[in-house]
Structure formats: structure tokens, C-alpha cells
């Protein structure tokens, strides 16, 4: 299947009161659906480019909207600490700040405190930490991250919770789960204060790997009746086997009428097979990140652009594609500027694979409304799997 085979509509950017979830169809696990925010749909199954610190690295987002995506995410540590949450609030907010006019997800900053910060101490009340960027100490409650992301005005909020290192003790993961169900409780009241019509909070599964943990995190989080949910804690060396393991044991404890949004995750593979198994969201800074360092994915596998075969190859990354960056320039000026250090190259590559992961979502959003992801699936994954 070729991009222009996968082409949408754009969706009605009616403006709804309310957070919603609609499943459109389904064929097998895969969903076919729409979350609705007051600031217009996403469809899904759906891919969020990582706006870290209010901004998709290397990209304007004008060129992320024209990719085709309908939301963004942006990270709750990093803006707390630069440029704050309050100053944020009082230039209009984060849609506003970063002129963004869609749907904004933010997560809660729990993960980048366990992995970013310089000293930590975790209890009870929450987190004490150092700013990987000053020094500075901080304390970050399940009642502050709610209310940076209310300061924000993020779309879509992430309770605070304690994202371990895999592999670990049970007894350890297992103290860390039931902590990060306790901040959800305190997270969902302090939602309810602070939060306006229309925005919504959700909850995040933990457990590491350990089916019988999973599903005691699942099942108390339906039992609060979260707007959505998240599988946290995955994507961290567990490897994909495991992951999608985790996946088969939490989604049958989730309900079929709010969104399933994994956490941080993934290549396109992991996309593909995830959905598979019923996930509707996605996020992660692999598209960007990769582009970053000379790393293209195509239709026809991912392309290493520093690879010397490419610095006399006058054909473009795919002729076929929607975007720019991988039409219209040959992969011996990608090569050159990418060995050279310029920073187009990292421009156009970014470009590149973020137009690619929107299209791929398209595209697999098309399979399940004409019931044969499964086929798709299996051509497809052995396309993209190749190295070139």
C-alpha cells in the first residue's frame, strides 16, 4: 500500500463540551475511533508527536499539523522547570505559547523525575528532586502535576506516578504500583478542583511485567472511571516479546469505551502490533530523534543516511510520500548534509519521519474501516523491518 492509498479526511474540528471516546468499528482487537475534545477529534488509532518542551524538535507546527496529526504532547518536568507553568499560564497557555490549536496531552513528569533528575527521594507526599538543569529543589505532588497541567490548560492530563527500571523485584514493583494507584486517588480529587469543562484526566496502569500486579492496577483504576488509560512503565529494555505479553494481559481489564494509550512507545513495529492488540494512543521521540541523527523510515524500510552507498544515489527517500523531505530531495543531499552536521539535515529528516509515523497511523486507520488489518499488517510489517 502506497500513502496516497491511506488519505483522510481531516477531522471536524467541531467543538465539543465534554471529553469523549467513540469506537467506530473494530476488526479483531484493532480500534477504529475517535477521542473528542473541546478542541476537535482525534482520530485513532493515533500517534503524538513529542513537543517536549513546547516545541517538536526541528519542526515548525505547521509543518506537524500538515504531517497529519491531531494532538501533541508536551512534558509537564520539563516546562515546570523552564519556562514555568505559571509564567506559561499568564502568556494565554500552552496552546497559545507554542501556537498549537489543537488537542494537547501532557504527561506528568513522574518518568523524567526517576530518570532526568540529579537527587530524588521519593514517599508518600510525592517527589523531592534536583533540576537536571540547575540544581534547583523541587517537590512534585499528584496535586501539583495536576495543577502545572491545569496552569498549562493541556487537553489531556497524566496522574503522577512512579515508573521503575525494568527488570526488578516484585516486591519493589509492587510497592511502587500500589504508591502510583494512591496518587491516582489524590490526582483525581485535585482534578475535580482545578480542572474546566472539557479536559480530561488519565489514569496509568503499572506492574512492570507481572500479569497478576497489571491487573490489580487496571481494575482499580476502571473501578475510579477515569475519562482514559494508560499502560505506563513499558518500553524501558523489557524488549518488544514482553511488552506485547504486558499488553495481552492489561487491555481485556480495560473498558471498550474509553481510549488505551501506551506510554512512550514505539518503533513502527511496536505500533503495528500494538494496535493489534487493541491500543489506540501512542507517543514517542523515536520519529524526531532518529531524524536527528541521520535515521529514515520509509515504506521500504529505514534508510541510515550517514551510509556512504548514499552519497551518489540521485533518488529521493520515496518518491510517493506526502512530504517534502522525502520526495523531493535525493538521498545524496541527505546523505551530504547529514555527514556534513547541517542542521537541514536534521530538519528534513524529522520531517521525514514524522509525515511517515502520521502515515502509517492513516493507513492503518484505513485497514480496520475496510476490515483487513490483518493482512495489512503482515505485508506491511515485512516492508518497514528492512534496513537499506
Known sequence: MTPSETKEHSPMQQQAQTFGYRLLKQDGAARLGEVVTPRGIVRTPAFMPVGTVATVKALTFDQVKQAGADIVLANTYHLMLRPGAERVARLGGLHNFMRWDGP?????????????????????????????IDGSRHLLTPERAVEIQCLLGSDIQMQLDECISLPAERKETERAMELSLRWAAR??????????????????????????????????????????????????GEGQELMLRTLDGVLPHLPSHKPRYLMGVGTPSDLIKSVARGVDMFDCVMPTRNGRHGLAFTWNGKVNLRNARHADDPAPLDEQSSCPGARDY?????????????????????????TFYQELMAAMRLAIAEGRFNTWAEETLDRIERTN
Open 187 to 236: 490526582a483525581q480529587r485535585a482534578f475535580s478542583d482545578l480542572a474546566k469543562p472539557g479536559q480530561a484526566l488519565f489514569g496509568i496502569v503499572q506492574g512492570g511485567v507481572d500479569a497478576e500486579l497489571r491487573q490489580r492496577s487496571a481494575e482499580a483504576l476502571v473501578a475510579m472511571d477515569l475519562p482514559g488509560y494508560a499502560v505506563g512503565g513499558l518500553a524501558v
Open 330 to 354: 535525493s538521498r545524496a543531499y541527505l546523505h551530504h548534509l547529514v555527514r556534513s552536521g547541517e542542521y537541514l539535515g536534521a530538519m528534513l529528516l524529522s520531517w521525514v519521519n514524522t
Open 104 to 132: 494537547i496531552l501532557t504527561d506528568s513528569g513522574g518518568f523524567q523525575v526517576m530518570s532526568l533528575s540529579k537527587i530524588r527521594k521519593i514517599n508518600e507526599e510525592g517527589v523531592r528532586f534536583a533540576s537536571h
